[in-house]
């Protein structure tokens, strides 16, 4: 068997030569949550969903060829069986090059031992992202809980120290959220949360935008954040977060099969402080006269 990463690669160009099949599947196992986010309703459902551990491996094992899988929330680790989760991970999915989630990070403890056993079972590389609103006070504030910075910190460092024994099969990383709810709050999220963490720098965090969804989040139309709060506030000084700008394409490109022809082809370019740009095709609908830009953690 070559290695996943190849793996992974070659699924990517397939699709982008017009293969049907996903290789990457994002898996949402819970929507319990100790938190009670104002960016997010999730928690205000009355009786929370989620698959059954029969339910879970019947996916996995009638999609063997998944090469990256996320696994959200919720909160993934109050389901209670989620070392199983990780088992049957493994054993279904022999050609997996990656496994991500996230965790609010609200049971140190608990969290830590559980990312532990899950390496136990041989996955071969895991990335875990524990979520954070800035620093202490616009965190908690937003996450509608005294403390919980305080245990998400304790669950971020308990992680890394097991990522420092992995032999690099386990990645721990601070998750920000940039919403219109944080920017009020605090006029550095950035800064403070690279000092409260003891960071090297904004390249240990995932950086994200709030996202609307009727049927996810549950949060329409609150909490999103708009392409001219991005231009007008994130990149103030002193902290150059990120800009966004939305443009035609101006080379010939040959839309996928996953973009209608009666949609338009764009570029998203992502401006880093680092000088280095990146940019990402994308279909917009003729005729729009706004335009809303939701980039996920990658």
Request: proline share 6%; with cysteine; hydrophobic share 40%.
């Amino acid at each position: 068997m070559g290695s996943p990463l190849i793996g992974l690669a070659k699924d990517a160009l397939l699709l982008n030569l017009g293969r049907s099949l996903p290789f990457r599947v994002t898996m949402m196992v819970s929507e319990r949550c100790p938190l009670r986010c104002t960016t997010c309703s999730i928690w205000q459902r009355a009786e929370p969903r989620e698959p059954s551990i029969d339910d879970v491996d019947a996916f996995l094992s009638a999609n063997r060829k998944i090469s990256w899988l996320n696994l959200t929330g919720g909160e993934i680790f109050l389901r209670g069986d989620m070392v199983e989760i990780f088992r049957l991970v493994a054993m279904r999915l022999k050609g997996l090059a990656l496994l991500n989630f996230p965790t609010a990070g609200q049971d140190p403890h608990g969290i830590a031992g559980q990312v532990e056993a899950g390496l136990a079972t041989g996955l071969r590389r895991i990335v875990a992202t524990v979520s954070f609103d800035g620093g202490p006070t616009s965190h908690d504030r937003l996450r509608g809980a005294a403390g919980a910075f305080d245990r998400a910190a304790e669950t971020w460092r308990s992680l890394k120290r097991i990522a420092a024994g992995a032999g690099g099969r386990l990645s721990v990383f601070a998750g920000m959220t940039l919403s219109e709810e944080l920017m009020p709050l605090t006029s550095d999220p950035l800064g403070e949360l690279i000092a409260e963490l003891g960071l090297a720098g904004s390249h240990e965090i995932h950086l994200n935008l709030a996202h609307g969804s009727k049927h996810y989040y549950r949060n329409l139309p609150a909490a999103r954040l708009r392409l001219d709060a991005i231009e007008g506030r994130v990149t103030n000084e002193p902290v150059p977060y990120v800009r966004v700008t939305v443009q035609a394409s101006t080379r010939p490109f040959n839309e996928p099969s996953m973009y209608p022809k009666r949609f338009a082809v764009y570029s998203v370019v992502v401006s880093r402080p680092s000088g280095k740009n990146h940019a990402t095709p994308f279909s917009l609908r003729r005729g729009v006269e706004r335009v809303e830009v939701v980039l996920d953690e990658t």
